[in-house]
């Protein structure tokens, strides 16, 4: 991964980025996708810290991490995926299977916990390549080759765990040797002293960190902007635009994998039916973040602040005791909140550069 | 597929990795109770649910039909979609092909029981349980299993004595037999409020329910309305260290663990085993001997609780997915 000369706009440390936006609108500053979503969620932020006297407390902004950092997870993956202009509507259910496969696997054959997890992470690897070289291979939308694999997997999920477990729910795998280290691992308190964590919010935060990286600091980042950008004249420039694209797809597969991990060693059992209809707040996650349905443009850390205001928004709603059959309605209005005060900054943005 | 699997597995069991306990090998392997037949004639009965695939709840209720079936000597037929006109469409098609008996549930009691009726008025033995209680009679349907959600609700709120507020889960929008249910709580145990989680995404309703949690310390109790939720909401209480005490409907494995140890109070079981095998044998008893069950009145499977005091007893039967 030596250093080569990019295209792109000089990187910026994410943080640093932000908290300009905040003190001088630079133009390079604005010139970045994230820049409405941090708009949009100092807004949200605002809003509910106003009116929902939990949301500010230690522990509730902790939930609030925990409910961005599943979101988040997935998402930073799928925005990379979008950015190279191809979807995966299958991510949601492939958490499931990876955690079913994982479970079922260990507790069947009374193995160690570990041996489930690599073997699901294989299981996942291979289902994403295979998004990934049918998309390829074909030349089929991903967005038809994934609505296959993603109502193939439901089947599966049901189909497999019924034959195995005579239930649609694995079996309880708490007690099996190298639960305890894989549960450390994915799915731990961590006591910071002032609040309680989960491990999966600095996971989320570390895996941004390294796709910001990628993204923005190697060669693989400009192919997949290239990719995303335009197909063909990224493969004339010499791009590997399959290989880009398949490890995309394996990269979001890798990533339902591990909040598959985390789901089973948090709840150390899975129903069949987990997942279905997530692959939408991904996608909605990596969209109110800046990435563009088109392809070829979008950010990591995007995707991490439109997790970050799904998560403000679904939990603020429940902190301020609104009526809960509205739940869902207040949700679609705060979401679109955030939408248009993340269109308003990029337009501000724009006129200004 | 399956066999090449079960080899890559005895292979790997062979090797290293293998767990010393908590797995398969080291459960003991219940072959469930034993399986008799009846002689005679071998009658079809179909079966046709408004069951959403992979849900617990709906494989105990097959799970007791095919035991019965098996028990009887009887073909069943099952098929379920969870869509309202279709529900009824695989009702016609077991009228068409001329099942023996037909058990329907009537969830959608305004699609679907006139097509039940159908099969009334084609002289096939029918029966509706599950859902459907207040409306079964209408189509002419003369035996009902399964419980009364409401009265479950209500018989809950009477069993929770500590006083605070109650919160009742909903994890499924809209659905008629959970907001039932919860009205049965509210009614009473006035001081309850309910919350929508989106039970398919299980970390979400951990989440959303520690953040009630949070934002009202005065929740003194936490009413689930299924197994998986009343395990997330467990869990949610420690994060929020909430004292909160949970109480649920339906049981598995873990619930009853839970249940042993004290961390959940109880559980009003609808006893959905029941509902499925009722259905097949009444049948049976009808088709052979002419019997009818109820006396025009609904056989109610719930509410049953489980709590401290007879758990010992039924967590074997929820282990082996019977209870």
């Known amino acids: 991964m030596s250093s080569t000369v990019t295209t792109e706009k000089p990187p910026q440390p994410p943080s640093a980025g932000q908290t300009r936006a905040q003190r001088s609108l630079t133009a390079r500053v604005l010139g970045r996708p994230e820049v409405g979503a941090f708009a949009a969620a100092v807004v949200i932020f605002i809003f509910f810290t106003a009116i929902a006297p939990p949301f500010h407390t230690v522990q509730g902004l902790s ?86 694999t993603f109502f193939v997997l439901q089947g599966v999920n049901l189909g497999v765990t019924k034959l195995v477990t005579g239930t649609v729910a694995t079996t309880n795998i708490d007690k099996l040797d190298g639960f305890a280290s894989a549960k450390a691992l994915f799915a731990s308190d961590l006591d910071l002293g002032f609040m309680t964590l989960k491990i999966t919010v600095l996971w989320w935060l570390l895996f941004v960190a390294v796709a910001t990286w990628v993204l923005l600091r190697t060669r693989v980042g400009n192919w997949i902007f290239a990719v995303g950008g335009n197909q063909d004249s990224a493969r004339a420039v010499g791009v590997p635009v399959r290989r880009v694209k398949i ?107 | 597929m399956v066999r090449a699997l079960a080899v ?24 469930g109770p034993a399986v008799g037949s009846a002689g005679g004639k071998q009658y079809t009965i179909a079966m046709v649910t408004h069951e959403a695939p992979g849900d617990s709840f709906w494989d105990k209720i097959r799970a007791g039909a095919q035991q019965a079936a098996k028990e009887l000597n009887v073909n069943l037929k099952y098929s379920n979609n969870n869509d309202a006109g279709q529900q009824a469409t695989l009702v016609q098609n077991a009228i068409d092909s001329k099942v023996d008996g037909l058990a329907v549930t009537l969830a959608y009691a305004d699609q679907v029981g006139p097509a039940a009726q159908k099969a009334v008025e ?25 419980s009364d959600e409401t009265l479950a609700g209500q018989s809950a709120g009477k069993k929770m004595t500590a006083g605070g507020k109650a919160l009742c889960v909903i994890q499924e929008q809209g659905s008629v037999a959970l907001e039932a249910r919860c009205a049965g709580v509210k009614a009473t145990y006035p001081n309850t409020e309910n919350l929508q989680v989106t039970g398919t995404d299980i970390a979400s309703v951990q989440q959303t329910i520690g953040a009630k949690l949070q934002q009202d310390p005065s929740i003194t109790y936490v009413v689930t309305l299924g197994a998986p939720i009343a395990l997330a909401a467990l869990q949610a209480a420690q994060g929020a260290s909430s004292k909160a005490k949970i109480v649920t409907f339906d049981l598995n494995a873990d619930v009853a663990n839970d249940i042993k140890a004290g961390t959940i109070e109880f559980s009003i079981d609808q006893q959905p085993y029941v509902q499925g095998y009722m259905a097949v044998q009444a049948l049976w008893l009808n088709l052979t001997n002419g019997n009818d069950l109820g006396g025009g009145k609904p056989v109610l499977t719930g509410p049953s609780f489980v709590d401290k005091s007879n758990i010992d007893a039924i967590a074997t039967y929820a282990a082996n997915n019977t209870r």
């Open chain 1, 63 to 148: 939930t609030v991490l925990y409910a961005s950092s599943t979101i988040g997870l997935v998402a930073v993956a799928v925005s990379l995926l979008m950015i190279g202009g191809e979807f995966d509507l299958s991510a949601g259910v492939s958490v499931a299977t990876a955690a079913l496969a994982a479970a079922m696997i260990s507790y069947q054959f009374s193995l160690n916990a570990w041996v489930g997890v690599v073997v699901s992470l294989l299981i996942a690897l291979a289902i994403g390549f295979l998004n990934g070289y049918l998309v390829m291979r074909t030349g089929i939308p991903s967005f038809l080759i994934t609505l296959s």
């Open chain 1, 247 to 353: 490890g995309l797809f394996m990269g979001v597969a890798f990533m339902s994998w591990f909040l598959g991990m985390h789901l089973l060693f948090n709840f150390n059992s899975v129903q069949a039916g987990q997942g279905v209809g997530n692959e939408f707040i991904y996608i909605i996650a990596a969209v109110v973040g800046g990435a563009l349905l088109t392809g070829g443009y979008g950010s990591a850390v995007g995707s991490a602040l439109g997790a970050f205001i799904f998560g403000m928004v679904t939990q603020g709603i429940v902190f301020a005791g609104w009526d809960p059959n509205w739940f869902k309605a207040f949700l679609g209005a705060m979401l679109l909140l955030a939408v248009l005060v993340n269109l308003y900054v990029k337009n501000y943005a724009s006129q200004r550069r």
């Open chain 2, 8 to 31: 890559v597995g005895a292979l790997a069991v062979a090797l290293a990795g293998c767990s010393s306990q908590g797995g398969a090998n080291s459960a003991n392997n219940n072959s």
């Open chain 2, 122 to 146: 084609a002289k096939i033995p029918t029966v509706a349980f599950n859902s459907g209680i207040s409306e079964y009679q209408k189509y002419g349907i003369g035996m009902y299993f399964g």
